[in-house]
């Protein structure tokens, strides 16, 4: 009987000790709510869940203020109306990414955040000659990524955008000037025609806008100043289908016909021939095929799985 009760004791203090060490394990997820919530969110948002992941997120943001996970779930929610595409989730996706650079100015994703902003109005570019708000709000949003990230590796790519939201707008006003052109209302006509060489000088059909600006100062009486843009299609344009017009009026005012540009003429050489689509289907093929702009960079740095690779313990989103 006394060997029982000395064994007892001993018995209920090896239990004790063995409760201990099993509450020295390692924490299981249950143990952090903010990284289920994230992951959750993460993979509905791979199966384009779209409310049913900003539910998670919305979840996480408000009820945990302080978590490491945070930045990646503002940018995954921003991320969430974008790819949903719609016209009202578009809006939205404009606002949280706009809300995503206040918090987070110097994330790796800033960058990448500004470039969507302007992606929003891209995908609901207007026709040249309809509505042109969309496209003059990317040219606004574009300019401010390539002002305000000259170090991006998107850098490139938002001029690239830049330039075809350009064309679009370029167009547009072209379309006005030939208008008018067409009305006999010169001066008018070469007020849109000018307003394109200071604000679109890239434009595809810049010898057209030449051409037609030269013709209507002709028209006007005013041949010196006409000299000037029938000159300048020879010199700037030498491969176009308006040089022999052009000569040929330079021919008719006594004006020496002028010769290529070296560097003009080699780069009209190298250019690709003209694509016949209409200027508002060229623009927007330019962003069909490629990925979320948080996806290509995450691929530019060796990551095949962006969904694991953002759902990792860090604290930005990683690039």
């Not at 018995?11 to 903010?34: M, Q």
């Not at 791979?46 to 049913?52: L, R, S, Y």
């Not at 016209?87 to 918090?103: G, H, P, V």
């Not at 740095?301 to 989103?317: C, D, E, L, T, Y």
Request: aromatic fraction near 8%.
């Amino acid at each position: 009987m006394r060997k029982f009760s000395l064994v007892l004791p001993l018995f209920l203090l090896l239990l004790s000790c063995g409760k201990k060490v099993a509450t020295n394990a390692p924490a299981s997820k249950l143990d952090e709510p903010d990284r289920v919530l994230f992951e959750r969110a993460m993979h509905d948002l791979d199966k384009n869940k779209f409310t049913v992941s900003r539910l998670s997120l919305q979840t996480l943001i408000n009820t945990y203020p302080d978590s490491e996970f945070l930045p990646q779930a503002k940018y995954a929610l921003a991320e969430s109306f974008y790819r949903e595409n719609s016209n009202s989730s578009l809006n939205q996706a404009e606002a949280e990414f706009k809300d995503y650079i206040t918090f987070f100015p110097v994330s790796d994703l800033a960058d990448d955040a500004q470039l969507k902003i302007a992606l929003t109005h891209v995908r609901r570019l207007e026709t040249p000659d309809r509505d042109r708000t969309q496209a003059i709000l990317a040219e606004s949003e574009l300019k401010m990524m390539i002002e305000n990230y000259p170090d991006s590796p998107l850098l490139d790519e938002a001029k690239q955008k830049l330039r075809g939201v350009q064309e679009v707008l370029a167009e547009g006003v072209n379309k006005v000037g030939n208008f008018y052109y067409q009305r006999k209302s010169y001066p008018a006509a070469m007020a849109r025609y000018k307003e394109i060489m200071t604000k679109y000088p890239d434009y595809s059909r810049m010898p057209d806008t030449l051409y037609y600006l030269a013709e209507s100062l002709r028209i006007s009486n005013n041949e010196p100043e006409a000299a000037i843009y029938y000159a300048r299609i020879v010199t700037d344009h030498p491969l176009s289908n308006r040089v022999s017009g052009a000569k040929q009026h330079l021919i008719a005012m006594n004006i020496p016909v002028p010769d290529p540009n070296p560097v003009a003429l080699a780069r009209a050489q190298a250019e690709t021939p003209r694509d016949d689509r209409g200027v508002l289907g060229k623009v927007v093929a330019t962003f069909i095929h490629k990925s979320p702009v948080s996806l290509s960079k995450l691929k530019r740095n060796g990551f095949r799985n962006p969904v694991a690779q953002i759902s990792s313990r860090k604290p930005s989103i990683p690039t």
